[in-house]
């Protein structure tokens, strides 16, 4: 079992960074691969990043690649995401997940946490 908690959204100017926190707790954390999600208002949920279990992989959307940057530290039980660059259009609640598959779809990730909202806005 595993239990994940977000951290770390807010409100931020266009252009500004923000970095999300993913704590978890469980001892299968650390050979889970880890993925953030988001949901806007209205929308359906979106993939952003994932990494493996070693932080040997990485993968983007093709809308935050080089602008997010996904990381862990496992004798931290923690994944990040550092955001920059934001735009507007990154409005949205931050989800990080967990699972044994590094993927894109959110199908195959088993463990959710409740989420972190994030607001772009001047």
């Known amino acids: 079992q595993v239990q994940l908690v977000e951290s770390g959204g807010g409100l931020v100017q266009p252009g500004g960074s923000l970095r999300l926190s993913c704590v978890a707790s469980g001892r299968l954390f650390s050979n889970a691969c880890v993925g953030w999600f988001r949901q806007a208002p209205g929308k359906g949920r979106e993939f952003v990043a994932t990494i493996d279990w070693d932080g040997s992989r990485t993968d983007y959307a093709d809308s935050v690649k080089g602008r997010f940057t996904i990381s862990r530290d496992n004798a931290k039980n923690t994944v990040y995401l550092q955001m920059t660059s934001l735009e507007p259009e990154d409005t949205a609640v931050y989800s990080c997940?967990?699972?044994?598959?590094?993927?894109?779809?959110?199908?195959?990730?088993?463990?959710w946490g409740q989420g972190t909202q994030v607001t772009v806005s001047s």
């Open positions: 997940t967990a699972g044994r598959s590094f993927t894109t779809r959110a199908i195959f990730y088993n463990y």
